[in-house]
């Protein structure tokens, strides 16, 4: 590779403004594959992939290279294209190296981009819930934030980043996220354990051009707080299973089976139209349409909007990727482990998701001239939705591992893993000389599980300088990644 050829790489890998361990890295990943010149092997067409292509096929990936290679910043495609001959020159060992270093598409972060592209990454279970609705506009929300659609227009009226003001909890076990509308303003607030916290804060839709509402008012008032729960309490009085009330509905029952790929709300909204007629609506997604249906009372079959979420102001926020999670602890052992794991983990991810350890550590012992580190080795794919970081898969691996230090680094040269079908009999043959290790491996404790999340995720985002502040399981509360 010519010394300008290695200058556009440097360059381009810089301009991705990773940490400079990360960077280093990867530099030294591209430089020894260039040094290892094995100038008669070739390469075919289908490893190399033009920017172009990679356009066309982002997000909907059709072969595991483009699927690779997805979201990859346009300064790591200078590096596949200038680095053709290289590649040739090495085997592929150039395209190997950027594969170990490409980015993970997360799609658009804005209220509206979010909540419409979380139905293609298939992490949605239902579509988001109908917080209010009259003849003129309705009012969905997850939590991503809220969306105001003008049913009139057809187009987004407003967004409400609910994330910014703390609201993240519409999808929340002990806490809750609440909206309620009163004359032309939205009000947002949180509950937890069945009485209202905190504060409310109050928007008004007299200000809405289609973009993001940014201007709010503060509410402190203990009253007005409890006020706006009973009104929220009185409305959900009005929701209904949809899968109870439309299974057996013709016109939609087909939506519902288990084999359909249809998202619908989980609860039908009730309520009257401006003829007094009783009208009950969901939302339901189909084959990349996202439709509002209301039943009303007197006609026979149902009233269908098509919902456009895209309409409105253009989003400012351009797509999000993530970089691959490197483990910067000062635990050599661990790192060794986890660098052993890479490859394994990338099997059980979906499109768009990065793997982030959780790691759940029992012992470390040193015998015989080994070193022997004990642990369910979990790891998860996480995907981002806005400020929360949402797991959408797991892995779990109770294991012991045995490693030897070779200079100032560790080598993982065993594993001794708890297979399915003699679970419990694996980790008792492992521990047998550790019997207080056994009953840790046995002893279920989901704080301590959910802790090494946050430990793991919160050096993640510390390296990376990224404004996540939550992780989520699904159906639990999102929680703080930074200490305290």
Same mark, same amino acid.
């Given at each position: ?5 290695? =200058? ?47 356009? =066309? ?305 029992? =012992? ?121």
């Amino acid at each position: 590779m010519s010394e300008n050829n290695k =200058k556009i790489i440097k360059d381009s890998i810089d301009r991705l403004s990773p940490t400079e361990e990360q960077s280093l890295k990867m530099w030294e990943r591209l430089s020894e594959a260039v040094s290892e010149n094995k100038s008669g092997n070739e390469v075919t067409n289908e490893k190399v992939v033009s920017l172009e292509n990679v356009r =066309k096929q982002k997000g909907k990936a059709g072969n595991k290279l483009v699927k690779t290679m997805i979201g990859v910043a346009a300064s790591i495609m200078i590096i596949i294209l200038a680095g053709i001959g290289a590649n040739k020159a090495t085997g592929g060992k150039v395209y190997a190296a950027i594969k170990e270093w490409v980015s993970i598409f997360q799609g658009k972060q804005d209220v509206a981009g979010n909540i419409e592209d979380s139905y293609d990454k298939n992490n949605t279970v239902y579509a988001p819930k109908i917080h209010y609705i009259d003849d003129e506009i309705l009012i969905l929300a997850d939590s991503r934030g809220a969306i105001v659609y003008d049913l009139d227009q057809g187009n987004v009226n407003a967004t409400i980043d609910t994330q910014k003001v703390d609201c993240v909890y519409f999808e929340g076990d002990k806490k809750q996220s609440h909206i309620v509308m009163e004359e032309n303003r939205v009000i947002v607030f949180n509950s937890e354990e069945n009485s209202p916290i905190g504060s409310y804060y109050t928007f008004d839709l007299s200000e809405a051009d289609g973009g993001e509402l940014t201007t709010y008012e503060i509410g402190e008032d203990k009253t007005e707080l409890d006020r706006y729960y009973q009104m929220w309490q009185l409305n959900e009085k009005n929701y209904e299973y949809t899968y109870e009330r439309y299974n057996e509905n013709e016109e939609v029952s087909q939506m519902f089976s288990i084999e359909s790929e249809s998202v619908y709300s989980e609860h039908s909204i009730n309520w009257t139209n401006e003829t007094g007629k009783n009208c009950s609506s969901f939302i339901l997604y189909s084959e990349g349409v996202t439709c509002l249906y209301t039943e009303v009372e007197g006609l026979d079959s149902f009233l269908v909007n098509e919902i456009d979420l895209g309409t409105g102001s253009p989003s400012e926020q351009e797509d999000i990727y993530l970089t691959e999670f490197i483990y910067t602890g000062d635990n050599g052992k661990i790192k060794a482990i986890y660098e052993y794991m890479r490859d394994e983990y990338t099997m059980f991810l979906e499109d768009n998701q990065v793997c982030i350890p959780g790691y759940v550590i029992y =012992k470390e012992v040193e015998k015989d001239g080994e070193y022997l580190v004990f642990g369910n080795f979990w790891a998860y794919g996480y995907q981002l939705n806005g400020s929360i970081i949402e797991a959408q898969s797991g892995y779990e691996m109770p294991a012991c591992f045995h490693l030897k230090k070779e200079g100032d680094n560790y080598k993982v040269i065993s594993v001794e893993k708890a297979l399915d079908g003699s679970y419990l009999e694996d980790i008792q043959e492992f521990t047998k000389d550790y019997p207080e290790v056994y009953e840790q491996f046995i002893t279920l404790d989901d704080e301590k599980r959910v802790e090494s999340m946050r430990v793991y995720l919160e050096m993640y985002v510390t390296d990376n300088n990224l404004s996540i502040e939550y992780f989520s399981e699904y159906g639990s509360d999102p929680i703080k990644i930074l200490s305290e």
